[in-house]
């Protein structure tokens, strides 16, 4: 009896877990990077910035949704707001770019763990979701769907084929 045809060639599934990889570790880089700014940016600094970028913004439209938006988050972004922020950004990047190394290195124990605290994530972000409304938090989430069922099908995969422990 032959097996079945598999949906889609295992070269493109391994070749969209290691592109979703290294588009994840771009993020994680630059989450890292980014908990290392907000901590040492002032609240002055973020607001002179936001202030320039929505000036001209504000001039043409003083309703403007967006650019009253990022001019109010400006206003009151507190000092312990911003620990957390980079805290949580360095922290998040971190473990990210730590699992993904793990994973591109095709360590098997690396894949339940990445897909659990990749769960984890998206539980957190569908939790901040409910006060936030983003859309930028749902694609992100998507996002982390997908790798989590290309990583589980990875895992799968290797486990079959007798890879590396």
Do not use: C
């Not at 994973?103 to 690396?110: A, D, F, K, P």
């Not at 539980?123 to 989430?141: D, G, K």
Request: glycine content about 4%; cysteine-free; proline content about 2%.
């Amino acid at each position: 009896m032959s097996r079945p045809k598999p949906l889609f060639d295992e070269k493109i599934v391994h070749l969209a877990f290691q592109i979703s990889l290294i588009v994840k570790g771009i993020f994680a880089f630059s989450e890292i990077v980014g908990g290392i700014a907000t901590y040492f940016i002032s609240q002055r600094f973020l607001l002179n910035v936001i202030t320039a970028f929505t000036q001209n913004e504000l001039i043409e439209d003083p309703r403007d949704l967006v650019a009253n938006y990022l001019l109010h988050q400006a206003q009151h972004f507190s000092v312990s707001t911003k620990h957390f922020a980079a805290i949580y950004l360095f922290s998040h990047g971190l473990v990210k770019l730590w699992l993904i190394a793990g994973l591109l290195r095709e360590r098997l124990w690396y894949y339940p763990t990445a897909s659990i605290v990749f769960a984890l994530f998206i539980v957190y972000q569908l939790y901040r979701f409910t006060f936030t409304h983003s859309v930028m938090l749902l694609a992100l989430t998507l996002i982390d769907v997908m790798v989590i069922g290309l990583t589980w099908h990875e895992y799968r995969y290797l486990g079959r084929s007798g890879s590396r422990a």
